[in-house]
């Protein structure tokens, strides 16, 4: 379930808003300018090739990419797999990559195929934590800090558009913002 809570950058236990409301969230962040859309769910879209995936959101990746912004577009999945000793390790690890406060040169569009993660928006005095689940496009603007949570078990595929083929890099703030925050588990299981 897509989910937004806002909340006082300088306090988390200050909840302004929780809200699972989707048109509630799309006007909480297009107040802020952060583009927020839904996409039609492709069932099972954990089991579907990269490809094909492509070719089953061919018109919506187009409408969005009109202007031909987005020379490159792929696709970024992990799934749990307890079978393999290392997965843990493996998880961690592609948690931790984002999970401190950074910006991109670029906007950063995602769209969740399936799966869920959890992107902090640190906006002035606020910190808007939007969980996006299957179905949803968040754009995160070019310059904005913010970090991600993919959470303890991530399990996620989503499509990534990018201007430049390293626009994924962050330049991290070095703040440790994030720690003081919810993580998208403890979001996940708070009432
Ligand atoms: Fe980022």
Same mark, same amino acid.
């Given at each position: 379930?897509?989910?937004?809570?806002?909340?006082?950058?300088?306090?988390?236990?200050?909840?302004?808003?929780?809200?699972?409301?989707?048109?509630?969230?799309?006007?909480?962040?297009?107040?802020?300018?952060?583009?927020?859309?839904?996409?039609?769910?492709?069932?099972?879209?954990?089991?579907? +090739?990269?490809?094909?995936?492509? #070719?089953?959101? #061919?018109?919506?990746?187009?409408?969005?990419?009109?202007?031909?912004?987005?020379?490159?577009?792929?696709?970024?999945?992990?799934?749990?797999?307890?079978?393999? @000793?290392?997965?843990?390790?493996?998880?961690?690890?592609?948690?931790?990559?984002?999970?401190?406060?950074?910006?991109?040169?670029?906007?950063?569009?995602?769209?969740?195929? #399936?799966?869920?993660?959890?992107?902090?928006?640190?906006?002035?005095?606020?910190?808007?934590?939007?969980?996006?689940?299957?179905?949803?496009?968040?754009?995160?603007?070019?310059?904005?800090?913010?970090?991600?949570?993919?959470?303890?078990?991530? +399990?996620?595929?989503?499509?990534?558009?990018?201007?430049? #083929?390293?626009?994924?890099?962050?330049?991290?703030?070095?703040?440790?913002?994030?720690?003081?925050? @919810?993580?998208? +588990?403890?979001?996940?299981?708070? @009432?």
């Amino acid at each position: 379930m897509t989910l937004l809570q806002v909340m006082a950058a300088a306090g988390p236990g200050d909840i302004r808003v929780r809200t699972t409301d989707e048109a509630a969230i799309t006007a909480e962040l297009a107040e802020h300018g952060i583009a927020f859309d839904r996409w039609p769910v492709v069932e099972r879209a954990e089991s579907v +090739d990269s490809d094909e995936l492509l #070719a089953r959101y #061919a018109d919506e990746v187009a409408a969005l990419n009109e202007s031909g912004r987005y020379e490159h577009i792929d696709i970024a999945r992990i799934h749990p797999n307890d079978a393999d @000793p290392a997965w843990a390790e493996v998880a961690a690890g592609a948690r931790a990559k984002f999970l401190d406060e950074h910006r991109h040169a670029e906007d950063e569009v995602r769209f969740f195929a #399936a799966g869920r993660g959890c992107f902090y928006l640190h906006l002035g005095e606020e910190v808007l934590a939007v969980v996006c689940e299957a179905g949803d496009l968040l754009s995160v603007p070019a310059g904005t800090l913010h970090w991600f949570d993919m959470g303890t078990r991530p +399990d996620f595929v989503a499509i990534r558009f990018f201007e430049e #083929a390293d626009g994924w890099v962050g330049d991290f703030t070095g703040a440790k913002i994030s720690r003081d925050f @919810p993580s998208l +588990d403890e979001l996940l299981t708070a @009432p």
